[in-house]
């Protein structure tokens, strides 16, 4: 694997390469962002949300994309290096972990007003319906997860291991997913936080981003169930 922005053994404490870190973050955050906000100017200027969370969940798997294919094209972070085989026992564990996620953690944040909380498309099932499923469980996570934990945890991690290094970037892209969503009116921050610090933490330990995806797209398809 060829070597990442920090040479492997540099200093985490450098200010030239945090700040040089930090740019590079930014550069890979107005990539992932820059669709969402074409789409946003888009849907204004028509004045028709009909399709809104499909072209949300388009331009957040653009932006995904786009900071992924930056990250590996300009930042030596080559993708192929987090595709690899997947194991069964590991797939069967993270599905099994998202589905306890979601249920659990419906009850745990949200409680006796679960009622309502999250949206129910199967009730009347048609064309838009379906279109925003895929949109929520399938593209959105796709994207999120070539943006924050693709693109920037590894530009945080470098190819290092210390552990403080792992939990540094586990910690900032949780915080970093976590901003957005709050902004666009996601309840519960500390729910958002900790679902970044799982994905993360399935991240380090696999080195397989498939394994984050599968994660995302499970959880928020039992979300809508």
Partial sequence: MQSYILPEGGDPLDLTKAVDSAVKTLILLLAGFTPMLLAALILFMSRDDTFETLAYSIALLLGGALSAWIADKFYKIPLRDFCG??????????????VFWSISGCFLFYGSELDGKFPRYYGNMGVLSALKIFGISWLTPVGEELLYRFSIMNL????RKEP??????????SILFMIPHLLAGTDGMLSLFLFGC????????????????????????????
């Fill in 156 to 159: 945080i991690r470098q190819k």
């Fill in 198 to 225: 799982i994905a993360g933490f399935i991240l380090v330990n696999t080195n397989n981003i498939i394994y984050p995806i599968v994660f995302h797209v499970i959880s928020n398809l039992t979300n809508m169930l």
């Fill in 85 to 98: 085989t997947l194991n069964l026992p590991i797939m069967l564990f993270v599905i099994m972990a998202a």
């Fill in 164 to 173: 403080i290094v792992n939990a540094s970037a586990v910690l900032l892209t």
